[in-house]
């Protein structure tokens, strides 16, 4: 008799249950969360260290042609020099 009153209990709390309006709550992924901020983290230091290194290229690219430009500019002169020196002789 008690094991029939038991499982009649255990039958009615499942049908309560079952019908119940509550929402179970949804259980969201802290994997599929953490795998997302570690992509996004990662393209977004992937960005800007590209666009640093592009602006620091530029820069020791520039660099090196006012060098270049320097350079020539001082042949040029030292070539007129010459010249006169030879001119004199």
Known sequence: MISLVSRAAVRSSNAIR?????VAPRKTS???GGLFGFL???TITGVAGYYYLLN???????LVLSDVLALQKSIRNLETHVRVL????
Request: aromatic share 10%; net charge neutral.
């Open 56 to 62: 620091e290229y530029k820069n020791s690219s520039d």
């Open 86 to 89: 030879e001119s004199k002789k």
């Open 40 to 42: 996004l983290g990662t």
């Open 18 to 22: 079952c019908y119940s309006t509550e």
């Open 30 to 32: 802290s994997l599929k």
